[in-house]
């Protein structure tokens, strides 16, 4: 496999890991956003959340709390993306907690679109009944 992600895993690319498990590993980045921008991947590969397994995703969350914890910052970013359009760089599905200080971290621009109220109506119906 060519995934860069999947080769960390094995081992055949080194990264400065800082936690790892059966089923997750996480490592700071190597084109930081801002100190202790750090990465949590499953080692299972799937390229979007919706592909991975309950068991890896159950995991993730609590081991992000932690990194917090760890990282004592107040202010921060997760940041997952899922395909190219979403900004995703590398196609196996992945978390970023990115630190936010004064000068450093995740820049966010928001263009919001205007929805009716009965056009938020009918699409909150619509994933109701698929969900």
């Keep these: 496999m060519d995934c860069i992600f999947c080769k960390i895993v094995s081992g055949e690319i080194p990264c400065s890991k800082i936690y790892e498990s059966d089923?997750?590993?996480?490592?700071?980045?190597?084109?930081?956003?801002?100190?202790?921008?750090?990465?949590?991947?499953p080692k299972f590969h799937s390229e979007k959340l919706h592909e991975l397994?309950?068991?890896?995703?159950?995991?993730?969350?609590?081991?992000?709390?932690?990194?917090?914890?760890a990282l004592n910052i107040k202010d921060y970013n997760l940041l997952q993306n899922n395909g190219a359009r979403a900004h995703q760089a590398v196609n196996h599905m992945h978390f970023h907690i990115i630190p936010k200080t004064e000068s450093h971290g995740l820049k966010i621009e928001w263009d919001p679109i205007i929805q009716s109220s009965e056009e938020l109506k009918n699409l909150a119906e619509k994933l109701i009944n698929k969900i």
């Design 23 to 41: 089923n997750l590993i996480a490592f700071l980045d190597i084109s930081p956003l801002s100190i202790g921008h750090t990465l949590v991947i």
């Design 53 to 69: 397994p309950d068991e890896y995703l159950i995991e993730i969350l609590p081991l992000l709390k932690k990194i917090a914890i």
